[in-house]
């Protein structure tokens, strides 16, 4: 659970650097803004393929958002 957290603190840390509401990058990337927000709170996963979409619309390396995961 604590890495879901960071995960989506450092997705809404980005979200907010390109000023982006969470309606607005839910829409770029295709999916909920309900569901986006429970990624950033934690709640939710994302799948590969939308971390690839977020990383993509705000313009980041994918690993970014990888880098405080225990995995690596």
């Known amino acids: 659970m604590e890495d ?3 995960l989506g603190k450092t997705i809404s840390q980005f979200r907010r650097m390109e000023k982006f509401t969470i309606t607005q990058l839910a829409e770029k990337i295709g ?3 309900s569901m986006l ?3 950033e709170r934690g709640i939710s996963n994302p799948s590969i393929n939308t971390l690839r979409m ?3 619309t705000l313009q980041i390396p ?3 958002f990888l880098l405080h995961l ?3």
């Open 70 to 72: 225990k995995i690596l």
């Open 62 to 64: 994918l690993y970014r």
């Open 54 to 56: 977020l990383a993509e």
């Open 37 to 39: 927000s429970q990624i």
């Open 31 to 33: 999916i909920s803004s």
């Open 4 to 6: 879901s957290v960071q």
